[in-house]
T-cell receptor, first 114, second 115 residues
Framework: EAQVTQNPRYLITVTGKKLTVTCSQN?????MSWYRQDPGLGLRQIYY???????DKGDVPEGYKVSRKEKRNFPLILESPSPNQTSLYFC?????????????FGNGTRLTVT | LAKTTQPISMDSYEGQEVNITCSHN???????ITWYQQFPSQGPRFIIQ???TKVTNEVASLFIPADRKSSTLSLPRVSLSDTAVYYC????????????????FGRGTQLTVWP
């Protein structure tokens, strides 16, 4: 089954403790991206990757890092999480954006930073 | 970055047709317009995509005027299960030096369908 898998689904952590949220897709998609969703603010793009080893900032990249060492995986790294990063996070993938192809989203990761 | 503007919320009753309009004044020549539906605590899912005029699939229609500065998602005969947030999405503007990867979803439209 074609899908985007995020792990974990729920995560509670403390300020300053490094964490990684994983994202994997099995559709051989070149494009992957991360979003955060907060009440009243909709979906905001954090980072995106056009292909392996090619990443760039979205609208809200501060406090986040990403890597794209292989095509199927696009982990989101919070080196020193803070309470304002408490949010619902989504990973998505698609064929290259130049094809205007639809995004396929994961089921989300709800992160709480205390 | 091609930003979008949608109504924050809309209400409807079962069986009615619902039209949600999105404004995107800075849409680029090569951009398509894509609509997504999101249920609580789930990732958005693709509904429909178009470039100009009208597109129809089994769940919705998309109307795009000639100037492409807006688009209207039409949901025929909505049911309670259509209660969700609907996002209109256009891509980045390549000639500003950015890549094609920047995307702006905006706040979406909360559609509530009542019995």
């Amino acid at each position: 089954e074609a899908q985007v898998t995020q792990n974990p689904r729920y995560l509670i952590t403390v300020t300053g403790k490094k964490l990684t949220v994983t994202c994997s897709q099995n559709m051989n998609h070149e494009y992957m991206s991360w979003y955060r969703q907060d009440p009243g603010l909709g979906l905001r793009q954090i980072y995106y990757s056009m292909n392996v080893e090619v990443t760039d900032k979205g609208d809200v990249p501060e406090g986040y890092k990403v890597s794209r060492k292989e095509k199927r995986n696009f982990p989101l790294i919070l080196e020193s999480p803070s309470p304002n990063q408490t949010s619902l996070y989504f990973c998505a993938s698609s064929l290259p954006k130049s094809y205007n192809s639809p995004l396929h989203f994961g089921n989300g990761t709800r992160l709480t930073v205390t | 970055l091609a930003k979008t503007t949608q109504p924050i919320s809309m209400d409807s009753y079962e069986g009615q047709e619902v039209n949600i309009t999105c404004s995107h004044n800075n849409i680029a020549t090569n951009d398509y317009i894509t609509w997504y539906q999101q249920f609580p605590s789930q990732g958005p899912r693709f509904i429909i995509q178009g470039y100009k005029t009208k597109v129809t699939n089994e769940v919705a229609s998309l109307f795009i005027p000639a100037d492409r500065k807006s688009s209207t998602l039409s949901l025929p005969r909505v049911s309670l299960s259509d209660t969700a947030v609907y996002y209109c999405l256009v891509g980045d503007i390549p000639n500003r030096g950015s890549t094609l990867g920047r995307l702006y979803f905006g706040r979406g439209t909360q559609l509530t369908v009542w019995p």
